[in-house]
């Protein structure tokens, strides 16, 4: 598949994209509006969205906008049908919408914590694809597309519900891609670094490679586009992910010893 738009009689393709009211998924849905692709966005802050759309000049024949919890699988499964409904079937699903916040296992309340990562991070993207796997098959192709982390490689002390929901998106993926292996769709499971977003401005620890969301999104359509399997972005950040795959837990646990935790809820983190 390519990221260049089709002939000049054919419909411009559609990529269907959740968690684009700000950060990633936003900088994804600007970058395919560029390149003339038909947009279909999710986001909990339906009118904001719409008024985004407003202002990068899409109307209703290139953008529609579909209100919905992916953390609520009914309201998920209901924005990907509404969107077949609407627009046809799209070329490209980015499951984005996600959330990051710390937590401490010794809190009984951080546990419900855990509870909404996995289910907006984990459940929630199975709940994105699930209307699209089906007549994607049918058609013979198209492109499910599961946005990671470099989280996933390993656990990071107070950020389990995140790297645990992370590296679970990275196994589903690579099961998902061989559930379909040979069907024309393929599945993309992109592994950012540190993007700025909302998600990441008030970290408390160095955030090494840090690119910016549009940086990301060109990478990022690069990648769909191609479809690569596995892609850490950026490569340097690959790098790092490899190398600390390969220490041993001594070293590892040492060399993470005193590193500032993520922020718990409320103590000014964000969800997105």
């Given at each position: 598949?390519?990221?260049?738009?089709?002939?000049?009689?054919?419909?411009?393709?559609?990529?269907?994209?959740?968690?684009?009211?700000?950060?990633?998924?936003?900088?994804?849905?600007?970058?395919?509006?560029?390149?003339?692709?038909?947009?279909?966005?999710?986001?909990?802050?339906?009118?904001?969205?719409?008024?985004?759309?407003?202002?990068?000049?899409?109307?209703?024949?290139?953008?529609?906008?579909?209100?919905?919890?992916?953390?609520?699988?009914?309201?998920?499964?209901?924005?990907?049908?509404?969107?077949?409904?609407?627009?046809?079937?799209?070329?490209?699903?980015?499951?984005?919408?996600?959330?990051?916040?710390?937590?401490?296992?010794?809190?009984?309340?951080?546990?419900?914590?855990?509870?909404?990562?996995?289910?907006?991070?984990?459940?929630?993207?199975?709940?994105?694809?699930?209307?699209?796997?089906?007549?994607?098959?049918?058609?013979?192709?198209?492109?499910?597309?599961?946005?990671?982390?470099?989280?996933?490689?390993?656990?990071?002390?107070?950020?389990?519900?995140?790297?645990?929901?992370?590296?679970?998106?990275?196994?589903?993926?690579?099961?998902?891609?061989?559930?379909?292996?040979?069907?024309?769709?393929?599945?993309?499971?992109?592994?950012?670094?540190?993007?700025?977003?909302?998600?990441?401005?008030?970290?408390?620890?160095?955030?090494?490679?840090?690119?910016?969301?549009?940086?990301?999104?060109?990478?990022?359509?690069?990648?769909?586009?191609?479809?690569?399997?596995?892609?850490?972005?950026?490569?340097?950040?690959?790098?790092?992910?490899?190398?600390?795959?390969?220490?041993?837990?001594?070293?590892?646990?040492?060399?993470?010893?005193g590193r500032p935790r993520k922020h718990r809820a409320g103590q000014g983190q964000t969800p997105g």
């Amino acid at each position: 598949m390519s990221s260049s738009l089709p002939g000049p009689d054919a419909q411009p393709p559609l990529v269907f994209i959740t968690g684009a009211s700000s950060g990633i998924g936003q900088a994804l849905a600007a970058r395919y509006a560029r390149a003339g692709w038909r947009l279909a966005l999710v986001a909990r802050r339906a009118d904001d969205m719409a008024a985004w759309a407003a202002r990068q000049g899409l109307d209703a024949t290139r953008c529609r906008v579909y209100p919905a919890d992916v953390a609520d699988t009914a309201s998920i499964v209901a924005a990907g049908r509404a969107c077949l409904a609407h627009q046809g079937v799209p070329e490209v699903v980015i499951a984005n919408a996600g959330i990051s916040v710390g937590m401490d296992t010794a809190i009984a309340e951080d546990l419900a914590v855990m509870e909404r990562t996995l289910a907006v991070n984990n459940l929630g993207m199975a709940a994105t694809f699930h209307p699209f796997v089906a007549p994607m098959r049918e058609r013979g192709r198209g492109r499910l597309v599961g946005i990671a982390s470099v989280a996933a490689i390993r656990g990071l002390p107070g950020h389990g519900a995140y790297c645990a929901s992370k590296a679970a998106v990275v196994a589903y993926c690579e099961s998902l891609r061989g559930e379909l292996r040979g069907t024309g769709v393929a599945v993309v499971t992109l592994l950012p670094g540190y993007v700025d977003t909302p998600l990441t401005r008030e970290n408390r620890y160095p955030m090494p490679f840090l690119m910016t969301a549009d940086a990301f999104a060109e990478r990022a359509m690069t990648a769909i586009a191609a479809g690569a399997s596995y892609r850490v972005i950026p490569w340097q950040m690959g790098v790092v992910a490899k190398l600390l795959r390969g220490l041993p837990n001594a070293v590892f646990d040492r060399l993470l010893a005193g590193r500032p935790r993520k922020h718990r809820a409320g103590q000014g983190q964000t969800p997105g």
